[in-house]
C-alpha cells in the first residue's frame, strides 16, 4: 500500500502519545488535529484496513473504527454499497 500520505500528515512531528488517549473521551485533542489533517481518508483507510487495535487514526478512536467495520460488513452481507460508511468521522478539512 503507498504510504506517501504519511509524509503529508498533520501529526507529523507532534508527540504522538495524544494520539494514544487512555479512554475514548480523551481522544479530543487527536480528533482536533485529524480534523484539519488533509490524509484523513487514507489514514482511517489505512488503519480500517490493518485492523489498527490502538490510538486515534483518520479521526476515529478504535471503538469508533469497530464500529465503521461492522456496518460495511453488514452492508456488504445484504448486497449493498459501503460508499460513505465512515465518513462521518471525517473533518471537514478532509475534503
Ligand atoms: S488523520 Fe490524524 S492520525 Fe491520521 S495522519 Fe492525519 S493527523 Fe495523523
Not at 500520505?5 to 488535529?33: M, Q
Not at 489505512?46 to 452492508?75: P, S
Request: proline share 4%.
Amino acid at each position: 500500500m503507498d504510504r506517501d500520505w504519511v509524509n503529508r500528515s498533520a501529526c507529523r512531528g507532534l508527540d504522538p502519545t495524544i494520539f494514544y488517549p487512555a479512554t475514548e473521551e480523551e481522544a479530543e485533542e487527536a480528533k482536533a488535529v485529524c480534523a484539519v489533517c488533509p490524509v484523513q481518508e487514507d489514514c482511517l483507510e489505512h488503519a480500517i484496513g490493518n485492523r489498527e487495535h490502538n490510538g486515534v487514526w483518520g479521526g476515529a478512536t478504535e471503538r469508533e473504527r469497530q464500529r465503521i467495520i461492522r456496518r460495511r460488513r453488514r452492508l456488504r452481507a445484504m448486497g449493498a454499497p459501503t460508499d460513505g460508511v465512515g465518513a462521518e468521522v471525517l473533518g471537514v478539512g478532509a475534503r
